[in-house]
């Protein structure tokens, strides 16, 4: 029996061997190479080991320890303290630093100093969840798992991995595996969805890695600091791997990173922490998670254990437990002397800790730190970076916000909320807060706070005096006490909602959703930053359009994936120049050119803005309304903006005309004004086209200037003309303090204009008379006058708080931006009543001049004719109507109503600077303003001044070109300058000590006539 079975085995190894000859027979060369290839190590990794192997061999036990930690680096760069810390890390062959939460010119200065002053290569590590010093700090990994936009992930672990590039760090820690329990709202999880977190983590960790940066993925929630017990976690292993540790594991299978445990008690594994405990270290990941990678401790400073254990015991005992590299460990050289003693004495292995020395030896040559070199800060890269870091933080927290509820369909604020009366309330929050500050930038609001413990009395006086007002728009902050609504402020926001119509947003106290299901409209923010303040203002209006949903269920009406769309951006948005790309140090270049241009006395002060894409990235104000410096200028005060008032006021009634076939730009004005159709009057058969494109031969102002020369002549004389007092029958035309007009000679005025002698010598010839005739025929038209008109169809319904006629009868007079001192007609100061002396002699309102703005209100309008007549979800004018009237005219160079920039652009000439594009149109003001839209690049400018203080005489705004000046440094911040074969010219004038001298330019000292006339 025996004999038989021992030749059936014989029998049965004979066929398999024979079936492995037969296989082998059958195979090509390139099989037998693909089956053997795995069995070979790779050349990168054998040059590792063989690194490794040698530097272990070399090193004694002291210094094997020391390579197992990684040390807190230095809060400063004083030199003698990190010359100390450096010869601690030589000493006792420290493995790596962890930077701290700090400025970042100084981690780099740190990481560089470190890694060349130590004899062996450092492992140099970073926090992606901590905050940098020099930064207002970046959105949580919440803001990213409510955004869905998965390619925002890489670009955010893209420009983390380079920022660690820059500082010189190879490790990045990260919490982008974790899981969020079930309606916990984690700041640093994206939610928890699994199948989300693996999507985003993914895309995380592949930006990192692309950048050449080693993630360290952290296992469960982060450390308990000092004043707190260890978290506690209930769970078999199979529940916590299945509820927690899901996404972790997929991302380790794909090769994504490293792992760092955890200082939670998982308590049904073991009752001390997990970074103590081999039963986790063991069970749950290297078993549970098939983990065979450098396992870090979590970081030890700082943490309960100091109070536990004496120095260096805990940390010691989380190497015993199967940890590899101790972070960031109370105190290092204690660590050491706690292992020292304990192999000596038996209760550590030796054997063991070069096995883990090993393979941080690997990991480190695998990362190429053997062959480092030592590389100088490189100052301009952290400033891109920097750029990319903010661009990508501004776009997550963009897209995060989220849109809970909307029962009324109420956001974006649109319709007549021009004639809204609103009101915002801040709930634990000083006032006024960002978002407050920002939505100024849309309407006039009224703002109040309160705090969240307010008592009954309090909420319910509020109540009534939240009656007068359409809207209420209420902030809930991070900064309220508990997490909890008071019974008296869950009724208060009750009764809002039924007497107002109420907008409500949560800033990051995500489980406060829960008590305002009832509630019309709640927004949800995912963190209480002033950028996500700004942007939640504005998504309010429409300057921003989202579509974030919830990354965690919150209550039954508030579930995971909810989140309304908004629609699409209809205002402006207002953003840092980094969320363009744009370096602010770049810009700095139109600080130098206005600064100057103040300094050399060009204009007291002025407002500029500019933006691309609709986004506003600049707007600033500069100097003073005057030269004795009684007031800074502020964004809220108005100019006096002279002939722009041609296209944005006159222009746009002409506009409206045309597309409601009320006016034709062909037929003779006699046809609108039937007093002109006699054979005596000059102007009667020029037509609407020839007056916008200046064409009609007609000469610059009108035919008033007697009538200032009689405000000298005797009493006898200027009492018929003038008076100091108004008076009803005869002078009721204001045209500045105590000095009136009387209004019988306006009659006199316009005959003398029907009769006004044409010069059709000349094919263009710019007139502010053209423009004034344009205001008779529209007034005729719409039988009201043009400032009712542009107020009640532009103005109001676009939300602009301070463009029109008349200012002061709208705002305090210290808002209002002086222009002239007058000493000779109206013999004072003008600070709003307009600088135009034919317009102040009809009374302050002309087609050619008279309205007042801010920088804001003017770049609107500019805004809304980009758009090709749509803004704030209102369609103003049909797309047609806009592309006719600011297209370049046949037989001319401007537009209907708008200047143009050059057909073909030259450096130094025009009113445009030459980078911008042919299609750019806009207008200039003889008061010292202008603005331009470039349809091409989609880019707003406008500069408000008042060079004309305090004597008209001062032309060194266009002897310098500064407005030009101003536009070409913001199309260079842009990227988009044009280099000229020949530099420009020298300013004739010295400019100040410590500018460029090239910032103002003096290549057109003779200024064309037409342009001192705009």
């Not at 709202?185 to 990192?208: C, K, M, V, Y």
């Not at 266009?958 to 044009?978: H, M």
Request: with cysteine; hydrophobic share 40%; aromatic share 8%.
């Amino acid at each position: 029996m025996y004999k038989a079975m021992l030749l059936l085995r014989q029998f049965s190894i004979s066929i398999i061997l024979f079936g492995i000859f037969l296989t082998l027979s059958t195979c090509d060369d390139a099989t037998i190479k693909d089956k053997t290839i795995h069995n070979v190590e790779a050349p990168e990794m054998r040059r590792a080991r063989l690194w490794a192997d040698k530097q272990l061999a070399q090193m004694d036990l002291p210094q094997k320890v020391g390579q197992l930690i990684l040390a807190i680096a230095p809060g400063s760069t004083e030199p003698d303290l990190l010359a100390a810390y450096i010869e601690v890390l030589n000493q006792f062959h420290i493995g790596g630093i962890l930077l701290q939460s700090q400025n970042r010119n100084d981690q780099a200065a740190i990481a560089t100093a470190c890694q060349a002053g130590t004899r062996f290569p450092l492992w140099v590590g970073l926090d992606a969840d901590a905050v940098w010093a020099d930064t207002n700090g970046f959105g949580y990994l919440l803001n990213l798992g409510a955004a869905n936009v998965d390619s925002l992930a890489r670009n955010w672990g893209k420009a983390i991995g380079i920022e660690c590039q820059n500082l010189g760090a190879h490790l990045c820690f990260s919490s982008v595996a974790k899981v969020s329990p079930r309606g916990q709202a984690l700041e640093n999880s994206f939610g928890e969805d699994p199948e989300r977190i693996i999507r985003l983590s993914t895309e995380f960790l592949h930006g990192l890695k692309e950048e050449g940066t080693l993630p360290c993925l952290r296992v469960l929630p982060a450390t308990p600091k000092l004043s707190q017990n260890f978290p506690m976690l209930a769970g078999s292993p199979r529940q916590i791997w299945q509820k927690r540790l899901g996404p972790l594991n997929q991302l380790l299978s794909s090769n994504l990173g490293l792992l760092q445990t955890t200082h939670t008690i998982l308590s049904e594994i073991d009752s001390l922490p997990g970074s103590l405990s081999a039963k986790v270290s063991s069970s749950l990941i290297r078993y549970g998670l098939n983990y065979k990678g450098l396992l870090f401790s979590p970081p030890f400073r700082d943490s309960i254990f100091s109070q536990m254990y004496p120095a260096g015991v805990a940390e010691r005992m989380a190497l015993q437990a199967g940890i590899d590299v101790i972070v960031a460990p109370a105190d290092p050289v204690a660590v050491i002397d706690e292992v020292l003693r304990s192999v000596e004495a038996g209760l550590m292995s030796a054997s063991t800790l070069d096995a883990s020395v090993h393979k941080v030896l690997l990991q480190k040559a695998l990362a190429g730190l053997d062959t480092l070199a030592n590389r100088p800060i490189d100052s301009l890269a952290m400033v891109e970076n920097f750029i990319k870091l903010k661009a990508t933080d501004y776009r997550i927290a963009e897209n995060a916000i989220t849109l809970v509820w909307d029962k009324n369909h109420r956001i974006p604020l649109r319709g007549k909320i021009g004639n809204a009366k609103i009101a915002t309330l801040a709930i634990g929050a000083s006032r006024p807060t960002s978002m407050q500050s920002m939505m100024e930038a849309y309407a006039s609001l009224s703002h109040f706070s309160i705090s969240e413990n307010a008592h009954q009395k309090k909420l319910e006086a509020q109540l009534l005096r939240f009656k007068k007002y359409d809207y209420v728009l209420v902030e809930l902050h991070h900064g309220m006490k508990g997490d909890t609504l008071s019974t008296q402020l869950k009724t208060f926001l009750s009764a809002l909602d039924r007497q107002n119509k109420l907008v409500i947003t949560v800033f990051g106290k995500l489980n406060l959703l829960a008590e305002l299901d009832a509630l019309s409209c709640v927004i949800a923010a995912y963190d209480d930053r002033k950028v996500s303040q700004q942007i939640a203002g504005q998504y309010i209006w429409g300057g921003i359009a989202a579509a974030g949903s919830l990354p965690v269920n919150v209550c039954g009406r508030y579930c995971l994936g909810e989140g309304l769309n908004s629609g699409k951006k209809i205002r402006l948005e207002y953003v840092e120049p980094e969320v363009l790309g744009i370096d602010p140090g770049k810009l700095a270049q139109v600080d130098s050119i206005i600064n100057t241009a103040i300094w050399m006395g060009t204009f007291p002060g002025c407002q500029v803005l500019a933006a691309k894409d609709g986004k506003v990235f600049l707007h600033k104000s500069y100097g003073h309304h005057d030269y004795n410096r009684s007031r800074r200028v502020r964004l809220s005060d108005v100019y006096d903006i002279a002939s722009v008032t041609k296209i944005a006021a006159t222009t746009l009634m002409a506009m409206h005309a045309y597309e409601q076939d009320t006016l034709h730009l062909a037929y003779p004005i006699k046809y609108y004004l039937k007093e002109l159709d006699s054979g005596f009057v000059t102007i009667r058969n020029i037509t609407p086209r020839k007056l916008m494109v200046h064409q009609a031969g007609l000469p610059s102002g009108l035919p008033v200037y007697k009538y200032y020369t009689l405000i000298d002549s005797v009493d006898s004389l200027r009492s018929r003309y003038y008076s100091n007092h108004a008076d009803d029958s005869l002078f009721t035309v204001k045209i500045a303090d105590h000095l009136y007009f009387n209004h019988m000679y306006l009659d006199t005025i316009w005959d003398a204009v029907r009769r006004i002698k044409l010069d059709t010598t000349q094919g263009y010839k710019y007139s502010d008379v053209s423009m004034f005739l344009m205001k008779e025929v529209l007034e005729r038209i719409y039988a009201t006058s043009l400032d009712k008109y542009v107020t009640r169809s532009f103005y109001r319904p676009l939300g602009l708080q301070t463009l029109g006629y008349y200012p002061l009868d709208r705002m305090d007079l210290e808002k209002v931006a002086p222009t002239e001192m007058d000493g000779w007609w109206r013999k004072q100061q003008l600070r709003g009543h307009v600088h135009d002396h034919s317009t102040a002699l009809f009374g302050g309102v002309g087609g050619q001049a008279g309205l007042f703005s801010n920088v804001r209100d003017l770049a609107t309008i500019m805004q809304m004719l980009l758009n090709e007549g749509e803004y704030g979800g209102k369609r103003y004018f049909k797309r047609h109507t806009v592309r006719k009237f600011t297209s370049r005219q046949p037989g001319s160079h401007r537009g209907l109503g708008f200047d143009m920039q050059r057909p073909v652009p030259v450096q130094g000439k025009g009113y445009c600077c030459a980078n911008a594009a042919p299609t750019t149109f806009g207008h200039f003001g003889f008061t010292g303003t202008c603005t331009w839209a470039d349809p091409e690049n989609q880019i707003i400018y406008v500069l408000l001044t008042n060079r004309v203080y305090p004597k008209a005489r001062n032309w060194k705004i266009n002897s310098f070109r500064v407005r030009q000046a101003v536009q070409e440094a913001i199309y260079d911040a842009l990227g988009l300058g044009i280099d000229f074969d020949e530099p420009p010219l020298l300013a004739e004038e010295e400019a100040p000590s410590g500018t460029d001298s090239l910032a103002l330019t003096r290549q057109d000292t003779l200024v064309p006539v037409s342009e001192k006339m705009n």
